[in-house]
T-cell receptor, first 114, second 113 residues
Framework: NAGVTQTPKFQVLKTGQSMTLQCAQD?????MSWYRQDPGMGLRLIHY???????DQGEVPNGYNVSRSTTEDFPLRLLSAAPSQTSVYFC?????????????FGEGSWLTVV | GENVEQHPSTLSVQEGDSAVIKCTYS??????FPWYKQELGKGPQLIID?????GEKKDQRIAVTLNKTAKHFSLHITETQPEDSAVYFC????????????FGKGTKLSVKP
């Protein structure tokens, strides 16, 4: 039972480069989301999806794109990386049925933009 | 929008003592209040949660209390052990969307043997 799987675990980018953080879940969850975690800031919601084909912005969406072509996958794209995007990124998923469902997090992706 | 304040930011206790972490929130419509534990290099793990129709919930050494009138909820850990050392985050479910959370900034708990 893999749960929520994120790749890569670590990545160093140069300013202006693009990359995609991958996220996959094997629990058939409708809801998926991406958070970033910065020192002293807790976790902040970037984008989320309530089902395949549906995405929406969270608290800090600028500089990031997402898509949800399948239930299992929810990639996060950085089109032109900036040093301010240096952070730890967490993908999460939960079952459908309204707020209050348990949210499961991946192990995180450490991104450094130089 | 929703605002979540968490205190204290660091907490050091002796093994066997109790630890209490408190969070306050601003949106009275919020109805879901989970607590997460995060160990170094790992993702957050849910340890306990409470919904707005309940005032208290307990799971072995961990309990959460909710005061909806005052808009605060607290995590209580009794008989602390060194393996309880971690960063703890409170969160508040909001907006009616499935699973969106606003997190507190975290409490680093150190349990000294």
């Amino acid at each position: 039972n893999a749960g929520v799987t994120q790749t890569p675990k670590f990545q160093v980018l140069k300013t202006g480069q693009s990359m995609t953080l991958q996220c996959a879940q094997d629990m058939n969850h409708e809801y998926m989301s991406w958070y970033r975690q910065d020192p002293g800031m807790g976790l902040r919601l970037i984008h989320y999806s309530v089902g395949a084909g549906i995405t929406d912005q969270g608290e800090v969406p600028n500089g990031y794109n997402v898509s949800r072509s399948t239930t299992e996958d929810f990639p996060l794209r950085l089109l032109s990386a900036a040093p301010s995007q240096t952070s730890v990124y967490f993908c999460a998923s939960s079952d459908a049925g309204g707020s209050g469902n348990t949210i499961y997090f991946g192990e995180g992706s450490w991104l450094t933009v130089v | 929008g929703e605002n979540v304040e968490q205190h204290p930011s660091t907490l050091s206790v002796q093994e066997g003592d109790s630890a209490v972490i408190k969070c306050t929130y601003s949106d009275s419509a919020s109805n879901y209040f989970p607590w997460y534990k995060q160990e170094l290099g790992k993702g957050p793990q849910l340890i306990i949660d409470i919904r707005s129709n309940v005032g208290e919930k307990k799971d072995q050494r961990i309990a959460v209390t909710l005061n909806k009138t005052a808009k605060h909820f607290s995590l209580h850990i009794t008989e602390t052990q060194p393996e309880d050392s971690a960063v703890y985050f409170c969160a508040v479910g909001f907006g009616g969307s499935q699973g969106n959370l606003i997190f507190g900034k975290g409490t680093k708990l150190s349990v000294k043997p």
